[in-house]
């Protein structure tokens, strides 16, 4: 007997053979075998009529679970829930399958929440599993009307040396939520996941994110393991937005200038007439440059980067113009043109640098270093410029760049040097241009702190293996047992007696020759080989070369604006909110070019 909703197929003497099996779509519902549509033979006719249905065999229609396929769908490609209610999708589903029973968008709403529940317990099982401890990016966003959301991803390293990201939370904050107490929603955050204990650093995107924020969850996590350094390599801000900052500085500072480039760059394009006039005179005067003049997008600092680098490539032919075209009023003087020329080239520094970043499919930690003191080294440079009216940006972008390079530098050089093509000689070769008669005492403190850091990793491992601290817990616990008054011995017999042979692990590293520099290099790849020859050391390499040292997407790199959720998203209720984003985080199949940041793309406004 044929299940109700399958029909008979009329047979035909000519005809050909076609299998088709069933597609399993692999979810994790339960779902019994019998349920499956059963293979069958179909008598494909060549002479069948188009209006006539083919019938696939016995087979089962479940609504619950194509509900749940749905809702699926819906939270992986981002669509609206609303787009049930649609009469297209309506008509396109019936015709499909008579069967189904559209669901309202409420329905649809239950399952998502439903989906992330059963999706947030696999995350949380994996995340506490971790042997390493995870990183956590904070990022801020907004709504157009001004409602602010926390976005928390856990950066971590796993078991086979990839590194992976989870969005854990998108947090909607009310107008209750000061600054005091944002601190106790990542906490409680913290808490939920698990993690507090398991967390190596924090980045926040924001390089002037306040710092008692930062203090209050430090000193909460302190409460349950030391922090080295003075907690310096747990605090860390995003490259990204330093970089940004110091951008608007030059920016800022040549608006005027910019302000006569548009209209210069307006006033050709304005017409055929006038475009084909300077063409001439460019031709004439013997330009070789093959650019087109192109207008900036105020919102994208780069694109106004390359309209300042083509237009100065035109700078006779704009001379030209100015003397024999009154009708042109835009022409810059040639102090101006000195200044866009020099501030033009400050930018393609900013540029370079922003496109390595983003462009890197897996920005491991020890990338940013180089990077960063080649802007380090070029902003002193700048600061010495004889021209006042440069030399007093330069100093803007520099004091800028210094606060972020106090509280980060120690971070950027302990990645570097976990770099076997690195080591400790690029922290020598860059601080030695840097800071010149003081270099010495500057790399000694960060000789001191890998190796504090080391020391502390040490003392762990052995705890571990003595079964006294839990798999995962990278640091030892600053609790005491009342029942083993003498653990306090152990660990000063450990530093005592041990102490020399388990640094000796960083010194066998650092003493070895550098790792000849190759476009090939994968850094993870090597550790995971050499995890059995430094197997302490490893464990400190996995924790610090998953640290995010910027939390900005590669789409929104050279935006002037903050992330900003789309109105759709804003419309939803914060659980719904939350439920969708994250659960479509963790549905989609991981693969190196996917991260968190591509998934919440989706739901920023277009600038």
């Not at 003392?459 to 083993?484: A, E, H, N, Y």
């Amino acid at each position: 007997m044929m299940c109700h909703n399958c029909f008979q197929q009329r047979k035909k003497k000519k005809d050909t053979s076609l299998s088709i099996a069933n597609v399993n779509a692999n979810y994790d519902e339960a779902q019994r075998k019998d349920e499956y549509i059963k293979p069958t033979i179909i008598k494909f006719d060549h002479e069948q009529r188009k209006d006539e249905i083919i019938s696939l065999g016995s087979c089962r229609f479940d609504q619950e679970r194509s509900r749940l396929d749905l809702a699926r769908m819906i939270i992986l490609h981002g669509y609206p829930l609303t787009m049930v209610e649609h009469v297209g999708f309506k008509i396109f589903v019936k015709n499909l399958q008579p069967l189904f029973e559209i669901v309202p968008n409420s329905s649809i709403e239950v399952s998502c929440i439903e989906i992330y529940m059963k999706e947030k317990q696999k995350v949380y099982e994996m995340i506490n599993r971790l042997h390493g401890r995870i990183n956590l990016a904070v990022e801020m966003w907004s709504s157009p009307e001004n409602t602010e959301y926390l976005c928390l991803i856990a950066h971590y390293i796993d078991e086979d040396w990839k590194l992976q990201q989870k969005i854990l939370n998108f947090v909607t904050l009310d107008s209750s939520h000061t600054e005091d107490m944002l601190s106790e929603v990542i906490i409680n955050c913290l808490m939920e996941w698990d993690v507090e204990c398991n967390l190596f650093a924090m980045t926040f995107d924001d390089c002037y994110a306040d710092d008692d924020i930062v203090l209050r969850i430090k000193d909460r996590i302190s409460q349950n393991r030391p922090l080295s350094s003075n907690g310096q390599l747990f605090d860390v801000r995003s490259v990204a937005h330093v970089l940004n900052l110091i951008v608007q500085d030059a920016m800022e500072t040549l608006r005027e200038v910019t302000e006569k480039v548009r209209g210069s760059v307006r006033y050709v394009k304005s017409s055929q007439v006038i475009q084909g006039k300077f063409n001439d005179i460019a031709q004439q005067i013997g330009i070789s440059c093959q650019k087109n003049l192109v207008l900036d997008s105020p919102t994208r600092w780069n694109s106004t980067y390359f309209m300042l680098e083509t237009i100065i490539g035109y700078k006779s032919a704009f001379c030209f113009l100015q003397e024999h075209d009154p009708a042109y009023t835009s022409a810059l003087t040639d102090t101006e043109w000195e200044w866009a020329g020099s501030i033009t080239g400050y930018l393609k520094l900013f540029v370079e640098i922003t496109n390595i970043f983003s462009g890197d499919k897996c920005p491991t930690a020890n990338i940013y270093f180089p990077e960063i003191c080649d802007v380090h080294i070029q902003l002193i440079e700048w600061c010495k410029n004889p021209d006042d009216f440069l030399s007093s940006m330069a100093l803007k972008m520099k004091a800028k760049f210094d606060r972020y390079w106090s509280k980060c530098s120690l971070a950027l050089a302990v990645a570097a040097i976990l770099d076997p093509r690195f080591k400790m000689k690029l922290v020598e070769y860059y601080y030695s241009q840097i800071y010149g008669s003081t270099a010495l005492d500057r790399i000694k403190e960060v000789s001191d702190g890998i190796k504090e850091l080391f020391n502390a990793y040490s003392i762990c491992s052995t705890l571990v293996d003595q079964g006294s601290s839990l798999p995962g817990s990278s640091l030892p616990s600053t609790s005491t047992d009342s029942r083993d008054r003498l653990k306090g011995f152990d660990k000063f017999l450990h530093e005592s007696s041990q102490g020399q042979s388990a640094i000796s692990d960083l010194n066998k590293y650092l003493e070895e020759p550098v790792f000849p520099r190759n476009c090939d290099f994968n850094i993870l790849n090597w550790w995971k080989v050499h995890t059995p020859r430094y197997p302490i050391l490893s464990m400190m390499a996995r924790d610090i070369l998953g640290t995010p040292m910027s939390t900005i997407a590669p789409e929104l790199a050279f935006g002037v604006g903050g992330r900003v959720l789309d109105s759709y998203r804003c419309s939803l209720n914060p659980e719904t909110r939350q439920a969708l984003i994250c659960t479509r985080d963790w549905l989609q199949v991981e693969s190196e070019d996917h991260n968190p940041s591509s998934s919440l793309a989706l739901y920023a406004e277009a600038n």
